[in-house]
């Protein structure tokens, strides 16, 4: 089988990338800069954008020798890096943007042509030459990969013998003074500097190669290195000598002045042929192995990933360049795409220094041989965006917009990569951090964020238990469900690790952690999961299951409660009426007693939970107090409102007299909460050896009213004592 074709740094990533810096930007509009911002202002501009370029550069120099860097350039180390969403979406545009670029080129080269020859200048002749040049290089391309890069040398050759032209030209337009800054009459620098910037997106046409390099590793950070570095030296040489050599008014009006001063005015010619036909080359090679790439990774059609050749050349993708680039220059008018394109690159960057940031920040995988401080990643995200905002902000937004469509458009499409993104690293790397922070903190009564252990067994009405649970947990609590197996006679080795963990839709969409293990006893599994469940900063502090009938004399019930309350758990146990279920969600009972103390805290906490849940926001609260000692009532209203109030809790209070008629507890709570859709009742201090006098008690209460929550709050607790003997 014929050896694939390989290339060095210089051939494959500094000749592509620095021809297309040197392009027809240098040649058609630096003079134009140069003359609206004046000197400082030019070189500052210069530096700003030179600047975003070397960020960028190291960003990528340090991701590409960490990592493998296959076919794709930008997009393969997005993609590794953040996910396939996100570098399938910045591919995409810069696909894009690198075919409607080649169309940019074409037309500059084709003003250039046609004037210089005598053509015509109307748009329709700007087209035809235009198009005739894009079969051409076309035609090169899909020749070889390697004649167009040796033709790159002879291009590269023709710039270097113009720059020298120029150097040596003639002085006859000499300015008497030199302008610094801009003045009055100048066009505002942010338009300046949007037409520059330009000039310096080509470093990234070198890594687009990146499939076709020998050492991509090696050739990638020195190529693109060394051709920004160039590149900021020939642009800051030229404006420092035009401002000195050429008038500013005439460098604000003649676009063409190098070509009246140079030495040989052919050579600049053939410089800014060269460099209008080296830039577009450059995207036809360039462009096609993005969407190649893409392909591969099934996030673009696969008939564009197909090649031909030794070299697998990108045939078929490089056809859809063609066209997309043979639209622009039918279209002609490009002015408006050419902004947008600029962002895409801006975009790009921004991403591309962000990724660089998050891998050296949260990877601890990520060991790259061309080390670089990860601020500058940060810095160069940072400048890409401000710059985006500065210079255009509704072609910022629009390119935002299509890039976030194309984002979420993959993230539904679910492209599956066999490698982690960053974001995996970044998130454990929060977490980690965060759990410290909170491990650190001593442990004080504050508001009560719910860190629930769920045991919701699997029955027709689970998915209530479930939606509950979640809805007592609030915003920022956390439920983890455990489904236990039963093995009484351990006939099976236990569930490896990955299998414990359980990924089903309805836990999914109320954002329940799930788990499963095998135990031989139910009681004592919960036992043990409540002892050994949990880490530093999250432990577990609530335990909620379906409340227990048929269980009140049973030993191994009692003694798991025993372990609970030792362990100082919160309690939550639902009694689920399977007929009436949670009714219209409209009415919640909270029933207080004097014995509540910290069972009242912890139930007006649970209601704050309640009527912040969607499902819950019209409910109407009640808080029932029972008055067996004829205590004045608007005392105990009083006291009951401001600690309701104090906990900001909007509520109905109710008073029942029961000083006369003496009913029991139980009795009352029948009959005011009948046709109640949930009903919360705290569970009182007792001797464990009353406890099947409690569960029968309560099991005839469960038979009369609708769904009920029983509430057992643990000592962190404040205890909301009335104190109604002090009035």
């Not at 192995?289 to 696969?302: F, G």
């Not at 969409?509 to 469940?533: C, H, M, P, W």
């Amino acid at each position: 089988m014929p050896q694939k074709k390989k290339f060095g740094t210089f051939a494959g990533v500094f000749t592509p990338s620095v021809l297309t810096i040197l392009g027809v930007i240098m040649y058609m509009r630096l003079g134009w800069v140069v003359g609206n911002a004046g000197l400082i202002g030019a070189i500052v501009i210069i530096i700003i954008a030179h600047g975003i370029a070397v960020t960028t550069g190291l960003s990528i120099s340090s991701v590409a020798t960490d990592k493998k860097i296959g076919a794709g350039g930008i997009y393969y180390v997005l993609s590794r890096s953040m996910g396939i969403p996100i570098g399938g979406s910045i591919g995409i545009a810069l696909f894009i943007g690198t075919a409607f670029s080649i169309a940019l080129y074409l037309i500059g080269f084709a003003e250039s042509f046609n004037a210089y020859f005598g053509f015509g200048t109307t748009i329709n002749d700007l087209r035809l030459t235009g198009t005739i040049a894009l079969f051409a290089l076309t035609t090169l391309a899909l020749i070889s990969t390697s004649v167009a890069l040796k033709t790159e040398f002879i291009i590269l050759a023709a710039i270097v013998v113009s720059l020298i032209s120029i150097f040596l030209g003639s002085s006859e337009f000499v300015p008497t003074t030199v302008n610094l800054f801009s003045n009055e009459n100048a066009v505002p620098l942010e338009v300046v500097f949007a037409i520059f910037f330009p000039a310096v997106t080509g470093f990234t046409a070198g890594i687009a190669m990146s499939g076709d390099l020998e050492d991509s590793k090696k050739s990638i950070p020195r190529g693109t290195l060394y051709a920004i570095g160039v590149g900021l030296i020939v642009y800051l040489a030229l404006a420092v000598f035009m401002a000195y050599t050429i008038d500013s008014e005439i460098l604000k009006t003649d676009y063409n002045i190098l070509m009246k001063i140079a030495l040989f005015a052919p050579a600049v010619v053939a410089g800014i042929w060269g460099a209008t036909l080296s830039s577009a080359l450059g995207g036809i090679l360039g462009g096609p192995r993005i969407l190649q790439a893409m392909s591969i990774d099934k996030v673009t059609p696969t008939i564009f990933g197909k090649g031909k050749g030794t070299n697998n050349e990108p045939v078929n993708a490089l056809f859809l360049a063609f066209i997309i680039a043979e639209i622009g220059i039918l279209i002609g008018e490009l002015d408006i795409i050419a902004r947008v394109v600029s962002m895409f690159y801006l975009t790009a960057y921004g991403f591309i220094n962000i990724s660089f940031f998050l891998e050296s920040w949260a990877n601890p995988d990520f060991r790259p041989s061309f080390k670089v401080k990860r601020w500058i990643g940060l810095l160069g995200f940072i400048a890409c965006f401000v710059v985006m905002f500065k210079l255009d902000m509704m072609a910022m937004i629009a390119a935002l917009a299509v890039i976030s469509a194309m984002y979420f458009g993959l993230q539904r499409k679910e492209v599956k990569l066999q490698s982690n993104d960053v974001w995996k690293s970044v998130w454990e790397n929060v977490v980690n951090k965060g759990l410290k922070k909170i491990d650190a903190q001593v442990e004080e009564n504050s508001n009560w964020n719910p860190n629930i252990i769920l045991f919701s067994g699997k029955s027709d009405h689970q998915s209530y238990l479930l939606e509950l649970c979640k809805t007592i947990s609030g915003r920022t609590g956390i439920v983890t469900n455990f489904k236990l197996i039963l093995d009484k006679e351990n006939s099976k080795p236990p569930l490896k690790k990955i299998d414990q963990v359980v990924r089903d839709d309805m836990f999914r969409e109320l954002g329940i952690f799930a788990r499963q293990i095998k135990v031989d006893n139910i009681y004592s599994g919960i036992t043990n999961i409540a002892s050994t469940f949990g880490f530093s900063g999250v432990e577990p502090n609530t335990i909620m299951m379906g409340w227990p009938k048929g269980l009140e004399n049973s030993k191994e019930y009692s003694n798991m409660t025993q372990t609970l309350l030792h362990l100082d758990y919160n309690l939550l146990y639902l009694d689920f009426d399977r007929a009436s279920k949670f009714g219209n969600y409209n009415s919640v009972d909270f029933w207080w007693r004097e014995t509540d103390s910290k069972n009242a805290e912890m139930m007006l906490n649970i209601a704050r939970f309640i009527i912040a849940s969607p499902r819950w926001n019209d409910t109407n609260i009640r808080v029932l107090f029972v008055n067996n000692n004829n205590v004045d009532v608007s005392i105990i209203e009083s006291k009951i409102s401001k600690l309701v109030e104090d906990l900001r809790v909007n509520v109905e209070i109710k008073i029942i007299n029961n000083a006369v008629e003496q009913k029991t507890f139980y009795n009352i709570i029948e009959h005011e909460s009948k046709t109640t859709n949930l009903t919360i009742i705290g569970i009182p201090d007792y001797n464990i050896e009353k406890q099947a006098e409690f569960v029968l008690k309560t099991n005839n209460l469960f038979e009369s009213i609708g769904s009920t929550l029983l509430v057992r709050a643990a000592h962190n607790f404040n205890e909301l004592d009335l104190d109604l003997l002090n009035k």
